[in-house]
């Protein structure tokens, strides 16, 4: 179960008459994950129980992660990896949006904590949820902390 809720717009609405999107939900998920050899498959169906817009409520993604070889960089141990993620919802006929990445974790002592480097892409409906009739493409950078 997961709440989303944004006013996006709301200075927007304030100062040039714009009418603001509400958008606020409430959502059951179910996500299920393998990891296969050196890969991590893992995917999800949801729905929206409680919604504003009233929207069609079905939703599904799959994502397939791949942690390549390791070498060390000094006393670190460095990990190539790279994945794909794909969802579609029923709100957008059911367009499948596709992130993909590539990248390189450094490994903490601990096994568990690290900090990687990856090149993302992404193609298709907006991530800002408002504006989810809207697409969008982009390639970017992440950087991630994992305590």
Do not use: C, K
């Not at 990891?35 to 799959?62: C, D, I, N």
């Not at 969008?136 to 950087?143: A, C, K, P, S």
Request: charged share 20%.
């Amino acid at each position: 179960m997961f709440h989303e809720n944004s006013h996006l717009g709301d200075e927007l609405a304030e100062g040039a008459g714009i009418t603001r999107l509400d958008w606020t939900r409430e959502v059951a998920a179910l996500w299920v994950g393998r990891r296969l050899g050196a890969f991590y498959l893992t995917g999800s169906a949801s729905r929206v129980l409680q919604r504003e817009p009233h929207l069609p409520p079905l939703a599904a993604a799959l994502g397939l992660d791949w942690f390549g070889p390791s070498f060390g960089l000094g006393a670190i141990p460095v990990q190539l990896i790279a994945g794909v993620f794909g969802d579609a919802a029923e709100q957008t006929r059911w367009h499948v949006s596709v992130m993909g990445r590539i990248g390189l974790v450094l490994w903490g002592a601990d096994g568990r904590r690290s900090l990687s480097f990856s090149l993302i892409g992404y193609d298709g409906v907006s991530l800002q949820r408002q504006f989810f009739d809207q697409f969008t493409r982009y390639l970017g950078g992440e950087l991630r902390i994992d305590l």
